[in-house]
């Protein structure tokens, strides 16, 4: 099984500012990585796919980046509303599909 | 538009059954795999359960093999997941979700449902 480990755990940021998500693979998923934006109460919400392609109605301040293990979502300037749960997800090897624990964006 | 709803969750005792059902509509449901995730209370998301577009391929995750079933009627347009020997464990809102592409070959998932609440308790 491949493990997703996500770092950090809380990020904590102000509105209007950077910020940047991590995430690992513990063996190579080539490009075949998802983010996901997760709020209470809601549906999972996808972002980004084969690790750098912007899902249909996501803003341009999201962007992805990375192949093999290593990934990183960025978010340019962070709006009150982005301010959630996010998850990455391989779909390479599989199955199973695995996710990681999250990171959760916080408002500083 | 492309939407998916969950149904059938709810208390059940440890060891009891219980089915639930994901009614697609919005795009053409023959042409694409689903798959059931799940959120435990306090965790994050898990993979439960996968099917091919026609049906032909299932897939599970190891803490389900053998206790659960997915399939699909693709003239109801919906998705089936049939949870037997029900555990503490399995207690979680599960969300149907689509894949991105058709066919079938591990996806991300661009299309969520809202879940629906399965709690196990005695």
């Known amino acids: 099984e491949t493990v997703m480990t996500q770092s950090p755990a809380t990020l904590s940021v102000s509105p209007g500012y950077r910020a940047t998500l991590s995430c690992r693979a513990s063996?190579?998923?080539?490009?075949?990585l998802a983010w996901y934006q997760h709020k209470p109460g809601q549906a999972p919400r996808l972002l980004i796919y084969?690790?750098?392609t912007r899902a249909t109605g996501i803003p341009a301040r999201f962007s992805g980046s990375g192949s093999g293990t290593e990934f990183t979502l960025t978010i340019s300037t962070l709006q009150s509303e982005d301010f959630a749960v996010y998850y990455c997800?391989?779909?390479?090897?599989?199955?199973?599909?695995?996710f990681g624990q999250g990171t959760r964006l916080e408002i500083k | 538009q492309v939407q998916l709803v969950e149904s059938g969750g709810g208390v059940v005792q440890p060891g009891r059954s219980l089915s639930l059902s994901c009614a697609a509509s919005?795009?053409?449901?023959?042409?694409?795999?689903i798959h059931w995730v799940r959120q435990a209370p306090g965790k994050g998301l898990q993979w439960v359960a996968s099917?091919?577009?026609?049906?032909?391929?299932?897939h599970y995750a190891d803490s389900v093999k053998g206790r659960f079933t997915i399939s699909r009627d693709n003239s109801k347009n919906t998705v089936y997941l049939q949870m037997n020997s029900l555990r503490d464990e399995d207690t979680a809102v599960y969300h149907c979700?689509?894949?991105?592409?058709?066919?079938?070959?591990?996806?991300?998932?661009?299309?969520w449902g809202q879940g629906t609440t399965v709690t196990v308790s005695s």
């Open positions: 997800q391989q779909y390479h090897n599989w199955p199973p599909i695995t």
């Open positions: 919005g795009f053409t449901f023959s042409d694409y795999g």
């Open positions: 084969g690790a750098s």
């Open positions: 063996q190579s998923v080539g490009s075949n």
């Open positions: 979700s689509k894949e991105v592409f058709p066919l079938f070959g591990g996806d991300a998932f661009d299309t």
């Open positions: 099917i091919s577009n026609r049906g032909h391929n299932k």
